[in-house]
Nanobody
Framework: QVQLVESGGDAVQAGGSLRLSCTTS????????MGWFRQAPGKEREGVAN???????KYVDSVKGRFTISQDNAKNTLYLEMNSLQPEDTAMYYC??????????????????????WGQGTQVTVSS
């Protein structure tokens, strides 16, 4: 059974940093493409970062240069390092794992239904 558990969310001031963690069980990273998504109140869930099976990374333009996705295979954990946080980064952040080609595809990795496993989310709040 696949389980994804996020942690690390917090309330910070603009310009601050956070590191989100996604502890996984029941998956082998080499078989999945992994993603971080976020959803602000009243908005759709959006893809933020993606890590493919080969270790390649993808980011939405709004976080490029500020966020870094990585994984620790020994700890079965996915990370999202977030720097220079801004109020518009405020959202619930979700970890996702996808086996389909769409979760790894450069043009489709941001599609929510490309991923078949989701965590419960961790809240990030950035104040100005």
């Amino acid at each position: 059974q696949v389980q994804l558990v996020e942690s690390g969310g917090d309330a910070v001031q603009a310009g601050g940093s956070l590191r989100l963690s996604c502890t996984t069980s029941g998956i082998v990273f080499s078989n999945y493409c992994m993603g971080w998504f976020r959803q602000a109140p009243g908005k759709e869930r959006e893809g933020v970062a993606n890590l493919d099976r080969g270790g390649g990374t993808k980011y939405v333009d709004s976080v490029k240069g500020r966020f870094t996705i990585s994984q620790d295979n020994a700890k079965n954990t996915l990370y999202l390092e977030m720097n220079s946080l801004q109020p518009e980064d405020t959202a619930m952040y979700y970890c996702a794992a996808g086996e389909s080609w769409r979760a790894c595809d450069r043009g489709r990795w941001r599609e929510v239904n490309a991923y078949n496993n989701w965590g419960q989310g961790t809240q990030v709040t950035v104040s100005s």
